[in-house]
């Protein structure tokens, strides 16, 4: 298995937060575990994931222990560290505590030959109303205080409730290691978006609409795309 490549990983802002990643002594801890990991491929039911702090960690990551392709599982100092991979090659993985798991770090491209665009798979976060696909591109060139940044592309997909719209706009975004976000809203040069109509609400609606959103981006010509999915330090 290939270990992580270092300007292509996204450290989870809540693990920061929680302070479990947010010295580089940590971080360079976590990236010897993984190294240590044993892979297995399509583990039919391995208990570590059905202990339910992680089984809810699992599913709010992966959207179910179905997409799982790949798992392994390592010794890492104050418990266990999980790694997932799904069948599109992006990894996470996860620090079991016992009595609590949390998601520390996603490694979007991992073995993934295609190039950075949004055919990649992307990591899906959900919110109030609000659905968001984020592809890592690069290491950033901006820092925050002197805190480094990876650059993101995200899909961030809206119900407005004011104009009765879905609303999809594709913007770089700059991910901090504090946590901390940039989001670019460029008012002119190349954009994406779209809209559409809708009477009332549902969150079945809202994940049609995001579908739609994701598969009309895919069919966008990648270099009216260049400007989200290019990072601002070069990196590949």
Request: hydrophobic share 40%; glycine share 8%.
């Amino acid at each position: 298995m290939t270990s992580p490549i270092p300007d292509l990983l996204a450290w989870t802002p809540l693990g920061t937060r929680l302070g479990y990643t947010t010295a580089q002594t940590q971080r360079e801890e976590i990236l010897d575990a993984i190294s240590r990991i044993d892979w297995t491929e399509a583990p039919p039911s391995p208990s570590y994931l059905d202990v339910p702090p992680v089984s809810a960690v699992v599913g709010a990551a992966l959207h179910g222990r179905e997409q799982i392709r790949m798992a392994g599982t390592t010794h890492i100092a104050g418990g266990r560290l999980i790694g997932l991979q799904d069948g599109h090659g992006a990894r996470t993985y996860l620090l079991d505590l016992g009595s609590e798991a949390i998601s520390l770090l996603d490694e979007p491209r991992c073995n993934d030959a295609l190039p950075v665009g949004p055919a990649r798979t992307p990591t899906i976060l959900r919110g109030d109303r609000c659905i968001t696909y984020r592809w890592v591109t690069g290491r950033s060139a901006e820092t925050w205080l002197d805190i480094p940044g990876t650059d993101l592309a995200e899909l961030q997909v809206h119900h407005l409730a004011h104009s009765k719209q879905f609303s999809a706009w594709l913007h770089p975004v700059t991910l901090f290691a504090n946590g901390a976000t940039r989001c670019s809203y460029p008012l002119t040069g190349p954009s994406w978006s779209l809209r559409e109509p809708v009477a009332r609400f549902t969150t079945p609606r809202l994940d049609a609409f995001a579908e739609r959103a994701l598969q009309q981006l895919r069919a966008t010509d990648e270099t009216q795309l260049a400007f989200a999915f290019t990072a601002s330090a070069g990196a590949a």
